[in-house]
């Protein structure tokens, strides 16, 4: 529910639904890229592809907008930003009370070493560890659902000393990957994959297939 979300937060931050609206978080797991991104890519490749991960995301967003042709759905995805600069809405932690995935802070570690320093909080499902991305919100304007309970997040990392390594991997050393693993996963990026999310986008149409020049043809 809307109001699980907005009970967490700053009213800057709030979305403007009531309490009671239904929502979904969307999460895209490790096998999008080959069951999702590729097809699409493929299927697209004679016309304008700027951003392949987020063109493809909303081509599914619009695929299940289709499935309810008789409600509103309001689409937010997890990229788009106000014009005062904040994200329209804050995915972890939309992820977090929704119960998808744990989002952990700096408040969730007791004995706090890292002093002045800004930490950053990050999420954490429960069968992907760090595998996985949130994608949007798919929200439906006219369906209240006053009882709806709400499911918490798995507590995945549960111990003092993991979260205290899952902080410091993610806010020193977030580039080599490792905060992923810490908890054992079902299923992680694939080689091919980790390889396309670590290359600079403008280089990325090359690893797809994608020519610059199909790139800009219309």
């Known amino acids: 529910k809307v109001g699980w979300y907005n009970a967490v937060l700053q ?13 979904f978080v969307v999460l895209s797991t490790p096998s ?3 069951k999702a991104l590729k097809p699409f890519v493929n299927k697209e490749r004679l016309k304008r592809i700027r951003d392949p991960v987020d063109q493809c995301v909303s081509h599914h967003f619009s695929r299940v907008k289709e499935k309810f042709p008789d ?54 499902h429960p069968k992907y560890g760090g595998w996985f991305a949130i994608r949007g919100l798919l929200l439906f304007p006219d369906i209240q659902v006053p009882f709806l309970e709400q499911s918490a997040p798995v507590d ?5 000393e993991k979260r205290i390594e ?9 580039q080599d990957g490792r905060y992923r693993d810490i908890i054992e996963v079902k299923e992680r990026y694939s080689e091919e994959q980790k390889v396309y999310f670590a290359t600079p986008p403008a280089e990325r149409f090359r690893l797809l297939g994608l020519t610059q020049e199909a790139h800009f043809t219309e």
């Open 32 to 34: 999008m890229f080959d």
């Open 156 to 160: 995945c990392v549960s111990t003092e």
């Open 71 to 124: 409600q509103k759905v309001d689409v937010i995805f997890d990229y788009e930003i106000l014009p005062s600069r904040k994200p329209k809405f804050l995915a972890q932690t939309a992820a977090h009370v929704a119960g998808a995935a744990y989002y952990y802070q700096r408040k969730d570690v007791k004995l706090d070493p890292w002093g002045k320093k800004k930490i950053y909080g990050v999420c954490i």
């Open 166 to 174: 899952l902080l410091e991997k993610f806010n020193f050393h977030w």
């Open 11 to 23: 009213p800057a931050f709030h979305l403007p639904y009531p309490d009671d609206t239904l929502a």
